[in-house]
Structure formats: C-alpha cells, structure tokens
C-alpha cells in the first residue's frame, strides 16, 4: 500500500474531522451508517478527495443509499492501493441533479438527462488501516457502520449480522477457515445469496442461516433452494436461530468437520464465481 | 383502507429515519431526504402505503441560535420535490406528528410562539413536498392549565393567528388523559380544523361517554369532501411494568412489578380489537388507520396477515 498522508492537492488530515471543532463535538456516533462504494479510476477518486464529491446513479442506487459517512472500495485497477478500502470521508449533503448538470462537459451522454445522486463530502480519511477484499471478489455497496468499518480487518467484517450469524462468523474464523459472508451465486432465475461461502480443495460450502431478524420485511430477498444449490455443485449446511443460538459448537463443528471432508481449504487459495 | 405505521422501521436492520448528528457535525435535511428514500423504497417493496415522517427531517431548522440551519426549506427545494414525487409514485399516504414540546395552547407566549412556528415549518415541508390535502400535521390540543375552557379558548385564537400552510394541513387529535371527542368537536365547530379520532385514547379519556361508533362518526364527518380521513389504532400494553424505586431503609435501587398502565401500546396490535372496530364502523364513510404499536411495520404487516386469517371477509379492503 502506498502512503495515505502522501496525497497532492486537497489535505487530507490524520485526524477525524471533527476533532478541532470544539469540546462539544469530541467523540462520534460509532453506530453511524458508512455506505461503502466503489471507485475504480483515478478521476473519480480525485473528485473526492480535490472536489468534495460523489456520484450514485439513482438507477442503480442501493437499497440503502443514505449514510453519514461514505467509504471507497478502490478496484484492482489502482494497483498496490487496488482490492481494498482506504479512506472515507464524512457526508455534507445530498443533492439530485441530472447526469448533465453534474457533468457539464458531457452534456452529450446518453444518461445525461438521468437523475443522480450527487454526495458532498468533508476531507477523506485514511482508514487506521486498509480494508483488503481477500477473494478479489466483485464488490458492490456495502452499508454497514463507522465502528465496523474502524474495526474491520477484511471487507466481510463491514456486514451487520444478526447475534448469532455473528457468532458462528466468530467460531468459524477462530477455527481458521476463510469464509466469505452473503455470498452471491448464480441461479437460472437470477442471483440469491448465501449466508456463508467457503470454498475447499474439493467442493464448496454454503452456510443458510434461517430465521434471522434481518430477515424480516424487505430483507427476505431470494434464497436459494438446497436443490438448486446441489445441483451447482454446493455442499449446503442449513442452521436455524433457534440452534445456533443453543447448539453454536455442533453448528462449528459441522462446518468444520465438512471442511475436511473436502479436502480442506488449501492454505486460503479463493476462488471466483 | 390504507394502514400506516410511524417513523421507525424495523422490519429491515439500518434504516434511519433522519439525520441525527449533533449541529457540530452538520447534519442536513438532504441527508434526511436520503434516508427517507431507502424508507420509501422498502414501504414500496413491502406494499405499504401509508407512513408517519420523523418530525425532525431538518434538523435545528427553528433553533433560534443556529441560524446556519434555517435555510434548509429553500436549500432542498429540488430534494422535497423529488420525495413528494416519489410518495406519489408509491400511492403513499404521509404526515407527520410534532413531538408533545409543541403546545399551541400553552399560556406561556414564547412556548406557543415556538409551537407555532414549529407547525408552520412541518406545514411547509408538506407543502414543499407537493403532498395533497390528505398529508396532515396531527397534533393535540395541549395543556389544561388554569381550566379547560380557557385552555380550549386559547387553542382556538392559537390556530387562528397560524399561517394558511399550517391551518390547512392542521389535524387535531384526541388524547387520553386531558382532551377528550367532545372538546375536539368543540374547537372543530369554532375552527374547521380536521379531527383525528385515536380509538384508545377515545377509551381511556370519555367522560361524555360517547359511544365509539358515534365519536368515530362524527370524526370523520370534519374531513372535506374528496379527502379521506384517518384515524389512529393501538392496543393497550397489559404487561407487569418493572419501577425503580430506592429503598427508604438501605437506599440501594430495588425494581417493583405494577399493574399496566391502559394509556400504553402494545408491541402488536390486538387482532380481534381490531376487527371489532372495523365491524363497528362498517357502513362509515371510508377512512385510513395509522397504527400505533411499538412493533411499527413488524405489528402491520402481522395485523394484515390477522385479518386475513380471522376476518378474511373484512381483508379485501385493507392494504
């Protein structure tokens, strides 16, 4: 990774923003939403960091657009500082403006006339340290929270997950095995998630965790059927709340124990759909 | 029939329903419009159509020393109008609710004047928003203080010394303790101002003895011809409540059980009070029901399921 204070133009400080505006403003809302979005050229990076601002097509904004802070998720087309997120920047405003207005020297555009989201932005920030993505996996919006963002280590840290998805996350991870959370895989009606993917010498895992409370209203997006995941290949291990709340280490333990039955993960190799 | 639900999401994890950082970090209406966009989005997906707004969209915009906050209205013009257009889109029904700090009828000037000005603003915000006659501002009558005709009196020249925004969208709504129907009816009669009939509250404070039916009725009958009217449904909490208290002889704090308190909501909504009050309203004019239950979108989506199962003749009509 490069230097994070080494930045031409626009400063970026080493310290949070708000640490020089008063006694009263010490301190922040840890729980504040982080929208993570992606950049993956150097012009719209400059933007943020020279001009003060981003840009969400409303077309393709995310369920969750809002948030108080935004992060960049820097494609591999960066480089050494590519694959990862390294600086974020606390929201000002939102603004809806055309394509055009936003972007007058392309007038001619054909979203031009395309409504976008305009995000003003405060100073970017260099993350404490990098958030890598460690699959290369394709990255799209990730809302999570200023606390996780600070505290992550890889990029599936940033998702907010129900208490006991969290702690078969935790087992998992203490065990040393390399799982990669909501995890899209292609069905022939479209895309589903799955709750965990570990991907093994021999096969490849996934992890349903069922009854969630995230679950609830519009989070009950397509899951996929067990069927349909055997079908594509998948060893699926299927968990209720109700047993990951009280049977947490058989619930490891049969992740686990199917993770050698297929052969292991071969020293963290990832693979992508 | 259009049911509705207030301010908190909780049928999906991180939906803000404005922005709440303090004034030293700049918090913006435009970033309150931004969350009340992923909230319109998820009452789209889940065919919900009508919703309560968070009173405090623009933060600090009436703060009388943070003057940097008071050109929000104008500043977001373009923003409220792309809201507005989206609610329209959707078929949403909106309002909005100021919090009980807004007294109109309170004796002390300088609290009525804020309270007017904070009316006046939320007025404007709707009208900013392009929302039709049916997106109110719901408020109650206020303090008894020195009695209540006095304090009747000194709502009704409150609301006529209001600007024209704020005395159209104005809906004034029974309470449970203090103003009851028939005090509402009262400054109907003087004002035209649009009544809210809340069914608990109806309960717990009717000193007339109104029957429900008749309440409701006459509610509903202070709405303009062409505007639907609404009303509020909660169920009362009937849980052991948990006090704290210090014990006199050791001083330490020791936690009480007491009896309920009738005025609380419940999580849910009680599914066969429910149906009862539509049974008891049948062949009224047509009306919305913004539900008041800790359990928000959860306690709606679950009382259309209730109704469905147990009144399944009464379900073709509730959305």
């Not at chain 1, 947490?248 to 992508?272: H, K, S």
């Not at chain 2, 020393?65 to 500043?75: K, W």
Request: hydrophobic share 40%; glycine share 6%; proline share 6%.
């Amino acid at each position: 990774m490069s230097d994070h204070t080494d930045w031409p133009g626009r400063e970026i400080g080493n310290q949070p923003e708000w640490t020089d505006q008063g006694d009263a403003n010490r301190g922040h809302d840890e729980d504040a939403p982080v929208l993570v979005a992606v950049i993956n050229n150097g012009r719209d990076l400059a933007r943020a960091r020279d001009e003060g601002w981003y840009r969400i097509p409303l077309k393709r904004a995310p369920r969750r657009v809002a948030a108080e802070y935004l992060a960049f998720y820097q494609t591999g087309a960066f480089g050494d500082q590519g694959c990862a997120i390294n600086y974020y920047a606390p929201v000002r405003r939102f603004h809806l403006l055309t394509r055009a207005e936003l972007l007058p020297n392309e007038a001619d555009h054909p979203r031009a006339r395309d409504p976008y989201y305009k995000i003003e932005l405060g100073p970017l920030q260099p993350l404490p340290r990098p958030v890598p993505s460690r699959a290369l996996r394709r990255i799209a919006f990730i809302p999570t929270t200023l606390r996780r963002l600070l505290a992550a280590r890889e990029i599936n840290d940033l998702w907010q997950r129900d208490d006991p998805q969290e702690r078969l996350w935790l087992a998992l991870r203490e065990a040393g095995l390399l799982v990669e959370y909501r995890y899209q895989v292609s069905q022939p009606d479209g895309e589903a998630a799955v709750d965990f993917a570990l991907f093994c010498r021999d096969g490849q895992i996934a992890v349903l965790c069922d009854d969630m409370a995230s679950q609830e209203g519009a989070l009950r997006e397509r899951r996929p059927a067990d069927y349909e995941l055997t079908a594509a290949g998948w060893t699926v291990l299927r968990f209720s709340r109700s047993e990951l709340e009280a049977e947490l280490p058989r619930c490891a333990g049969a992740v686990i124990a199917t993770v050698q039955q297929l052969g292991g993960q071969g020293g963290g190799v990832m693979r992508n759909e | 029939m259009r049911l509705g639900f207030s301010v908190k999401v909780i049928g999906q994890a991180g939906l803000k329903e404005h922005d709440s950082r303090r004034w030293q970090n700049n918090p913006h209406l435009s970033v309150s419009l931004a969350y009340l966009r992923d909230i319109f989005e998820y009452l789209r997906r889940e065919g919900i159509a009508m919703y309560r707004m968070s009173s405090e969209l623009a933060p600090y915009l009436t703060h009388p020393e943070l003057s940097q906050f008071h050109g929000q209205l104008d500043d977001c013009a373009a923003e409220l109008a792309a809201m507005g257009q989206l609610a329209r889109e959707i078929g949403l029904r909106l309002s909005c609710h100021p919090s009980q700090y807004v007294v109109l009828n309170a004796p002390d000037e300088a609290l009525a004047a804020k309270s007017a000005l904070e009316l006046a603003t939320q007025a404007e915000l709707l009208d900013r928003m392009g929302l039709d006659d049916e997106a109110v501002v719901v408020v109650h009558v206020g303090g008894i203080y020195e009695g209540r005709e006095q304090a009747r009196q000194r709502f009704v020249a409150a609301f006529e010394q209001l600007p024209e925004p704020a005395r159209r969208r104005l809906a004034l709504e029974n309470d449970d303790t203090r103003f009851g129907v028939a005090d509402t009816l009262w400054i109907h009669q003087q004002t035209g101002v649009r009544l809210v009939f809340d069914n608990l509250h109806h309960h717990c404070f009717n000193p007339q003895r109104m029957p429900l039916r008749e309440a409701l009725a006459a509610c509903l009958a202070t709405w303009p011809a062409g505007v639907r009217p609404k009303v509020h449904f909660s169920s009362p909490r009937t849980e052991m409540r948990i006090a704290e208290q210090q014990d006199p002889a050791t001083g330490r704090r020791v936690q009480l059980l007491q009896p309920p308190l009738w005025t609380r909501h419940s999580d849910y909504i009680h599914p066969f009070e429910f149906i009862a009050f539509l049974r008891e309203a049948a062949g009224l004019p047509p009306f919305d029901v913004m539900l008041e239950a800790k359990a928000k979108d959860l306690a709606l989506l679950r009382l259309r399921e209730d109704v469905q199962r147990y009144a399944p003749e009464l379900a073709g009509g509730i959305w």
